[in-house]
């Protein structure tokens, strides 16, 4: 349907041309040109309104560039008349490029005129076999759904070690680089990589409490029971409670106490590069137990491989058992208070218990005092994270060829105020303490 409205501006033309033409006249020209709705006929139309001939009045002296000039004219009552070339542009409301850009570009009678643009690909497009293969190495990218927020979104996660959208990137131009295929641009692959699969990276956040978070979903929920509240109150004291005891035993000035606090490093894995092929590749676990002294700042770092043993009660047991029997060799330590997270099946476990029996009983020459605290989860804070903080900062962009170069990086990761102390564990260092449990629970 023709829908268009112009209103036609009164200026004066020195030929006089709106003398021959009236306001109808002008307006009916104006739809026969907008009802062609083609852009090769509206050229085909403007092509009859301008003729070129030799230019009769030449204003320079000598050769000119300039052979011919244009002259417009309208086809009225029959005839052709001439008018100025704003009196066209003013009547068909178009823009002066328009009528000259077709002028000039006219072409032979024999040639077809036909309209190409958009019709050709952009040189720049991506052929669908590099699409194609864009698909194919984002679908066999490790994506997860999410652990905490699956039942409420669809977004699937790339683990930690790909960093940001510029790493990945980064391995997918290598990717291409060693497979000889052609690589979009960062642009294109963005837009893929978040638009069409949506796909985000997951941050490590320290872990938050569930009862905490809990109650703060629903504090604003009138149906929340008092009981509830109660239950949360009483959650924060014991959390300032056992806070103040860490802080207490941190800050003590008695020589003959230590504090101590001890916990599992994340796995350790060889090779950690973020090659695409090293990532799918089968890789060896390293897992590092870490106690840290409060007061002597010292830190020792128990490593041992998943050849050894697994990262279960009985291997992080088997790791206090022997730092228990080295400090026993200092003779000025009388005390010693230990704080650990409370995971039931590493720290919480009988197996601890039984350990601690022992060496306070068969083992311990100079220790008399031993007690052990586990610190409500979500609210740990425990000045031996900031260990193993260190070592993933100094390792971060090191790269790891064997399993046998992590006690050196580790060592290296703290020079102030003296290295950290690294400490290989072999099969026999790991002793069952889940039956040594049983055994000791049956005597008399």
Not at 9 to 19: L, M, R, T, V
Not at 112 to 117: G, P
Not at 205 to 218: A, L, V
Not at 327 to 335: G, H, L, P, V
Request: with cysteine.
């Amino acid at each position: 349907m023709f829908n268009h409205v112009y209103v036609f501006k009164k200026k004066k033309c020195h030929n006089k041309c709106s003398d021959g033409f009236s306001e109808n006249d002008r307006h009916n020209i104006f739809n026969e040109f907008w009802k062609l709705c083609d852009k090769n006929r509206q050229r085909d139309f403007l092509l009859k309104c301008v003729k070129q001939v030799p230019v009769k009045r030449k204003r320079i002296i000598g050769p000119s560039r300039r052979k011919l000039t244009n002259t417009y004219f309208f086809i009225h009552n029959n005839e052709e008349t001439e008018v100025f070339q704003q009196f066209i542009l003013t009547t068909l409301n178009i823009i002066q490029k328009m009528l000259s850009y077709t002028a000039s570009n006219k072409l032979p009678i024999h040639v077809s005129s036909t309209d190409k643009r958009g019709k050709n690909s952009p040189p720049n497009k991506n052929d669908s076999t590099t699409i194609k293969q864009l698909d194919n190495f984002i679908q066999k990218l490790p994506a997860v759904s999410s652990h905490y927020c699956r039942a409420s979104t669809v977004k699937k996660y790339l683990p930690a070690e790909f960093q940001n959208i510029l790493r990945l990137y980064s391995i997918y131009k290598d990717h291409c680089q060693t497979k000889g295929h052609s690589a979009v641009s960062k642009y294109i692959f963005r837009n893929v990589f978040t638009k069409k699969y949506n796909i985000g990276f997951h941050l490590p956040k320290k872990d938050k409490c569930r009862i905490c978070t809990m109650y703060e979903n629903n504090k604003n929920d009138n149906t929340v029971e008092d009981i509830v509240k109660e239950n949360q109150e009483q959650h924060l004291k014991e959390k300032e409670e056992r806070k103040a005891m860490f802080l207490q035993h941190q800050n003590t000035e008695d020589k003959d106490s230590l504090c101590i606090s001890f916990d599992l490093q994340k796995v350790l894995n060889t090779p950690p590069g973020n090659n695409m092929n090293l990532y799918y590749s089968r890789k060896y676990s390293t897992y590092n137990c870490t106690v840290y002294e409060s007061k002597t700042r010292n830190s020792y770092c128990y490593l041992w491989g998943e050849a050894t043993g697994n990262r279960g009660c009985n291997e992080i047991v088997s790791c206090m058992y022997k730092y228990l029997l080295e400090i026993d060799t200092r003779e000025d330590i009388k005390s010693v208070f230990l704080f650990c997270d409370s995971c039931a099946g590493q720290n919480k476990t009988k197996a601890m218990f039984a350990m601690l029996h022992y060496v306070l009983k068969y083992k311990f020459s100079n220790i008399t005092d031993l007690k052990i605290t586990f610190l409500l989860s979500g609210h740990t804070y425990m000045p031996v994270d900031s260990i193993h903080a260190t070592i993933e900062r100094y390792v971060k962009k090191k790269t790891i060829w064997g399993p046998s170069e992590w006690p050196t990086l580790i060592r290296n990761a703290r020079m102030n105020p003296r290295p950290l102390e690294v400490i290989e564990l072999d099969s026999n260092d790991i002793l069952d303490w889940k039956d040594f449990y049983y055994y000791i629970s049956k005597q008399p």
